[in-house]
C-alpha cells in the first residue's frame, strides 16, 4: 500500500513554485509604492525614511567590514 512512497522526497516549496518574473515584478511594485508613499510628504514619512536610511548604511557598511574579517581569517588557516 505505501510501498512506493518515497519519504525522502524534497517537498516543493513557496520558491519552487514562483516564478523569477513574478517575484521581480512583486519586488517592483513594493518599491515603486514605497517611493510614491515617501514622495507624497503625508505623515512627514520623508524625514523619517532618511533618519532610517542614515542608520541602515552604517549597519551594512559595519557587517560588509564583518564579513570581509570572517572571509580574510577563514583564508589565513587555509
Partial sequence: MFYNLNIFKQKTTFKDKM??????????I?????VYFA?????????AAITVFKGM??????????????LGISDLKD
Avoid at 548604511?57 to 570572517?70: A, D, H, N, S, T
Fill in 19 to 28: 516564478n523569477k518574473w513574478i517575484g521581480l515584478f512583486i519586488g517592483l
Fill in 30 to 34: 513594493l518599491v515603486v509604492v514605497t
Fill in 39 to 47: 514622495g507624497m510628504n503625508t505623515w512627514e514619512l520623508r524625514y
Fill in 57 to 70: 548604511l552604517i549597519w551594512i557598511v559595519f557587517f560588509i567590514g564583518l564579513l570581509l574579517i570572517i
